[in-house]
């Protein structure tokens, strides 16, 4: 399957669960609703797109030697001809662009927080600057098939990252919630003005923090 979803990191388990974790916000949970609508249009408008672009024209069927990202372009010439071509080709650039720069901000954040704010970090991210252009430069001749080989087994990784977060953290999670709807939001409302809120700022229910 042809899916420029796959140049796409705004995914739950993927580059924007750093994005939102250092974005400034008064309370996780407000950062945390903004989530859902980039899944959503990722998820389901883009691939729904992909996918209904390639079964409509037979495309996956009258060409059978094209692939990836190629059989999507295919498809949207088709049926919209050469300037759906153009757009595809535009947009599926824009989304590589956009998952490259994602991915390296993610993990270099992540080389940041395993740091901190020392001379290490600085010295960490020049290498892992460069580590991370070598496939970018390497690897960009690689066949389709086996970038998404690779790109499965990274996604696989990261959900059971995440899997595992929310079980193990699920306390403090329903904590934050409730926190935010309850408590924080029907304060601002009533016009008062709660101080910020962290993770791992919210006291268990009978505690004092």
């Not at 690897?139 to 080989?149: F, G, H, V």
């Not at 899997?163 to 924080?184: A, C, H, S, Y």
Request: aromatic share 14%.
């Amino acid at each position: 399957m042809a899916l420029p979803a796959a140049f796409i990191p705004m995914t739950p388990v993927r580059a924007m669960v750093i994005a939102h974790a250092t974005a400034r916000t008064d309370h996780p949970v407000r950062q945390a609703s903004w989530g859902w609508g980039e899944v959503f249009l990722d998820t389901i408008v883009v691939c729904s797109v992909t996918a209904l672009s390639l079964l409509l024209t037979n495309s996956y069927i009258d060409y059978p030697g094209v692939d990836s990202a190629s059989l999507t372009t295919v498809a949207f010439r088709i049926s919209f001809g050469d300037w759906g071509a153009w757009f595809m080709a535009i947009a599926i650039t824009v989304f590589a662009w956009t998952t490259i720069i994602g991915m390296y901000y993610s993990c270099e954040k992540s080389v940041n927080y395993a740091f901190g704010d020392t001379r290490r970090n600085r010295r960490a991210t020049k290498v892992y600057m460069i580590y991370y252009m070598i496939p970018c430069v390497v690897l960009y001749n690689a066949k389709a098939d086996a970038l998404w080989a690779m790109t499965d087994i990274l996604s696989a990784i990261y959900v059971m990252i995440t899997i595992l977060f929310i079980v193990t953290q699920r306390k403090e999670i329903f904590r934050l919630f409730n926190d935010f709807w309850f408590r924080f939001l029907p304060a601002q409302e009533r016009g008062e003005n709660p101080p910020v809120v962290a993770y791992g700022t919210v006291p268990v229910k009978g505690e004092r923090k």
